[in-house]
């Protein structure tokens, strides 16, 4: 097993079928990916679905022409209760999941990517896509229920139902990489001739890249499959980044908002104050000094004073 090229690790790169109204996008996470974890530890199933939602949305905000965000949000009655993935329009990313561990043993899922059943995993429920755009003011929001055998199969009913477009998707997620390959056939299509077969053959070649290929192989050599037949024109793309909002000014601010007693008994029971980020689980850790500067010395109970 090898790792993709540089190249094509942490970059979306859009392709279009020449002559042909057809787009498609691919995307490889490598060092993205694992920044994005480095405070959580998932179980792998769960781990997986999140990066394959990962992929999923730095796919959707590649096909838009916007600046703000587009979030991915999964709720389901499964073993995972919560999944929540952003992407703004330069493509920086952040994501998390809440699980039921206990319902996740007891359901028998699989540790492999395989062998993830995805109606354990989410049980009903639904996925939702909101974009957030700076020109267009009030986010707009589609959604469509957790039906089908994967996430990818969501994300098709999300774009039938939602943008009115034919549209294959394939993503793909393990301990080390991410990934993912859109294809859409473009409303110029309608204008007949051979665009209808065109769509149908890559629509079923884009199906038959496996897991292993989409984050294996070279985004060249998948645009090549895809496109088997027609010349292909892959543009540079885009590069990938994790990026999450929180800061230790953040945080501070977050402390002063609870009040000086509050902290400071926390840091009396516990010897340091410690603030984890709902999102990329990052702690920040303040000890007394830190919240002394915050604060300024704690008062000095007046028993306790010497004359």
């Not at 057809?22 to 990916?33: C, F, I, K």
């Not at 469509?144 to 999300?158: H, T």
């Not at 034919?166 to 110029?188: E, F, K, M, N, S």
């Not at 609870?258 to 000890?287: I, K, M, N, S, W």
Request: aromatic content about 6%; overall charge negative; charged content about 25%.
């Amino acid at each position: 097993m090898s790792a993709p090229p540089d190249k094509d690790s942490d970059r979306v790169r859009r392709f279009l079928l020449e002559g042909h109204p057809v787009r498609g996008q691919l995307v490889q996470l490598g060092p993205a990916w694992a920044a994005l974890r480095e405070h959580a530890a998932y179980p792998p199933p769960v781990r997986d679905l999140l990066g394959e939602a990962v992929a999923a949305a730095v796919l959707l905000a590649s096909t838009l022409k916007f600046e703000g965000s587009l979030t991915l949000q999964l709720q389901g009655d499964g073993a995972v209760r919560l999944l929540v993935v952003q992407c703004t329009h330069d493509f920086r990313i952040r994501g998390v999941a809440r699980c039921d561990e206990a319902r996740l043993g007891a359901a028998h899922v699989r540790e492999d990517a395989a062998g993830t059943d995805f109606a354990l995993l989410t049980g009903s429920g639904r996925l939702t896509v909101t974009i957030e755009s700076v020109e267009r003011g009030a986010p707009y929001q589609g959604i469509v229920p957790l039906a089908g055998a994967s996430l990818a199969e969501c994300i098709d009913a999300y774009f039938a139902t939602s943008e009115q477009l034919p549209t294959r998707v394939r993503l793909a997620a393990d301990a080390q990489h991410a990934g993912g390959l859109l294809v859409q056939q473009l409303p110029a299509a309608d204008a007949g001739g051979d665009a209808g077969a065109i769509w149908e053959r890559t629509r079923e070649y884009a199906g038959r890249v496996d897991a292993h290929e989409l984050l294996y192989d070279s985004i060249e050599a998948l645009a090549r499959r895809v496109g088997a037949g027609d010349d292909v024109r892959l543009f540079a793309g885009s590069p990938v980044a994790f990026e999450c909002r929180c800061s230790r000014e953040r945080v501070l601010g977050v402390l002063r908002a609870l009040g000086e007693e509050e902290v400071q008994g926390v840091l009396r029971e516990q010897g340091a104050v410690t603030v984890t980020c709902d999102f990329c689980h990052r702690p920040y850790v303040f000890d007394a000094i830190d919240v002394t500067q915050v604060f300024g010395p704690p008062a000095v109970p007046a028993t306790d004073r010497i004359n």
